[in-house]
C-alpha cells in the first residue's frame, strides 16, 4: 500500500517569470510589492534567484484580487500578511478621495524647481496648497501664492502641469508655508 503525501505549498518551485506568467502580474509589480510590501517573500536558491511556493502565487492572486477591488495596494498586504480570524474585519472608512491637479513650479531663470501645486475643486470651493520639495535647500520667496519668486534667484516663476492624483479632501486651505514636505 502506497501514500502520496500532499505536496508542500510552501515548497519553492516557481521562478519569477513562472509566477508572472501563472499569475497574470507583470514581473516589475511583483518584485515592486515585494520590496514596498513583503509580499509575496520567496526563498532564494543557491544562485541567488528567487523561488516562490504555491502560497506565494495564492498571495499574489489575492493581492492583485484586492487591489483591483480598489483597496490601496499598502492596505491590502497588510490585511493579507495580519494574523488574525477568519471573519472580516471592519475597515475604517476611507477618506473623502477629491481630483488633484499637481503643477510643478519652475523658475523661469535658472530653471529651479520650487515645489508642487496642489488644487482641489470641491465641496469647500477651489483649495490651492503648496507643496515645497523635501530636497530643496532654497525656498521659494512666498508673499502669496500669485506673488511667488524663485528662492535662489529671485526669478519668477511659472506652473508646469505634471498630472491629476486623487488625494484626501483638504480641509481648510493652510498658509502657503505651513504645507510643505520635510521643512528644515
Do not use: K
Request: charge should be positive.
Amino acid at each position: 500500500m502506497s501514500t502520496t503525501t500532499a505536496p508542500d505549498p510552501t515548497a519553492p518551485v516557481y521562478s519569477t517569470q513562472g509566477v508572472a506568467r501563472a499569475t497574470g502580474i507583470p514581473v516589475t509589480t511583483i518584485l515592486a510589492w515585494e520590496r514596498r510590501y513583503g509580499i509575496p517573500c520567496p526563498r532564494r536558491g543557491q544562485d541567488g534567484r528567487r523561488l516562490y511556493s504555491e502560497r506565494d502565487v495564492e498571495l499574489l492572486r489575492a493581492m492583485r484580487a484586492r487591489t483591483s477591488e480598489g483597496v490601496r495596494a499598502e492596505l491590502a498586504a497588510r490585511e493579507l500578511l495580519a494574523p488574525g480570524p477568519a471573519t472580516p474585519v471592519a475597515r475604517p472608512a476611507s477618506p473623502n478621495l477629491v481630483p488633484t491637479d499637481v503643477d510643478e513650479l519652475r523658475c523661469l531663470h535658472c530653471g529651479e524647481i520650487c515645489g508642487e501645486l496642489l488644487t482641489q475643486r470641491g465641496p469647500l470651493g477651489h483649495v490651492t496648497r503648496l507643496v515645497l520639495p523635501s530636497h530643496a535647500a532654497i525656498r521659494p520667496q512666498v508673499a502669496s501664492l500669485a506673488g511667488l519668486r524663485c528662492g535662489r534667484c529671485g526669478g519668477g516663476l511659472y506652473r508646469e502641469p505634471l498630472e491629476r492624483r486623487s488625494l484626501p479632501q483638504f480641509t481648510q486651505p493652510p498658509s502657503p508655508v505651513a504645507s510643505s514636505r520635510g521643512a528644515a
